[in-house]
Each structure stands twice: as structure tokens, then as C-alpha cells.
């Protein structure tokens, strides 16, 4: 019994390490393309976000400089927030 104690908590904090590599990341750049028809965002380094459909448009233009926080969804960097940086 005791064994099998030690071996479930062992995989508990195996699996529960690798939820800390899933941390959102953050971008900071200038727009080069903002596209809401397709819901997507570009920056000038090349760094192409998609947008969720739940994303609200704070009136980003191109040019301006935004935080972009971002996850991957499979192949994808998907925005989770934008925001114009100071």
C-alpha cells in the first residue's frame, strides 16, 4: 500500500512540473498588421499572433506599440491579451 502512496504522489509532481512550462509568454512590439476580419496581429519583428473570437479591439492601429500575452495552441501563438504599451 505504502508503495503505491510513494508512486501517486511521484506522479502528481511529475505532472504538475510540466504545467509550469505552459506559463503565457509576452511579446512587446510594434503593430505591422492588425486584421479583425481574419483575427489576427503581426509585429514589425515578424511575430504572428491569432486572436481569440472573444477578443475586444481596445482601438489597436498599425504602428502603435502593444504587450501582446500569448500560449500556444498547437502550431499556433494565440493572444490571450494586447495591450498599447507605454
Known amino acids: 500500500m505504502r508503495?503505491?502512496?510513494?508512486?501517486?504522489?511521484a506522479a502528481a509532481l511529475?505532472?504538475?512540473?510540466?504545467?509550469?512550462?505552459?506559463?503565457?509568454?509576452?511579446t512587446t512590439g510594434t503593430i505591422?498588421?492588425?486584421d479583425?476580419?481574419?483575427m489576427s496581429l503581426v509585429l514589425d519583428d515578424g511575430s504572428s499572433f491569432t486572436l481569440p473570437k472573444t477578443f475586444k479591439d481596445p482601438g489597436l492601429t498599425v504602428g502603435?506599440?502593444?504587450r501582446v500575452s500569448w500560449d500556444m495552441?498547437?502550431?499556433n501563438k494565440v493572444a490571450?491579451?494586447?495591450k498599447v504599451a507605454k
Request: overall charge positive.
Open 3 to 9: 508503495k503505491i502512496i510513494v508512486s501517486a504522489a
Open 36 to 38: 479583425t476580419t481574419a
Open 32 to 34: 505591422k498588421t492588425f
Open 14 to 26: 511529475l505532472a504538475s512540473g510540466s504545467v509550469a512550462f505552459a506559463a503565457v509568454k509576452h
Open 80 to 82: 490571450e491579451a494586447v
Open 73 to 75: 495552441k498547437g502550431k
Open 64 to 66: 502603435e506599440k502593444v
